[in-house]
């Protein structure tokens, strides 16, 4: 990459039951240059508004994407991912996965 060359942006989606999997993957693009948005684990209790506020937040974190990648362990993505991937491709970004074999 070049100096003048704007580095690619990757927005992480997935549960966050897998939070060892998604700084793996957070640490792997960094290291390739790339800038990598994701959902970030919170101390604060979870009231249906504050989740509601926080899935909107994640989806403006798409809209910045150049790709969503999608990180699981056995094939595993709830509701929230599964919401996160149909607004992706309606936005017609790029959506990969951690796991090569998962049909998104």
Excluded: W
């Amino acid at each position: 990459m070049n100096a003048r060359e704007r580095p690619r942006v990757v927005c992480l989606c997935g549960s966050l039951r897998f939070q060892s999997l998604f700084e793996l993957e957070r640490q792997r693009l960094t290291s390739l240059g790339v800038i990598v948005l994701g959902p970030e684990a919170i101390s604060e209790e979870l009231t249906p508004a504050r989740r509601d506020a926080l899935g909107e937040l994640h989806l403006r974190r798409i809209d910045l994407a150049d790709e969503v990648r999608v990180v699981s362990e056995g094939g595993y993505f709830g509701p929230s991912t599964r919401r996160e991937i149909e607004y992706a491709r309606k936005k017609r970004k790029l959506i990969t996965s951690v796991e090569p074999t998962l049909n998104l």
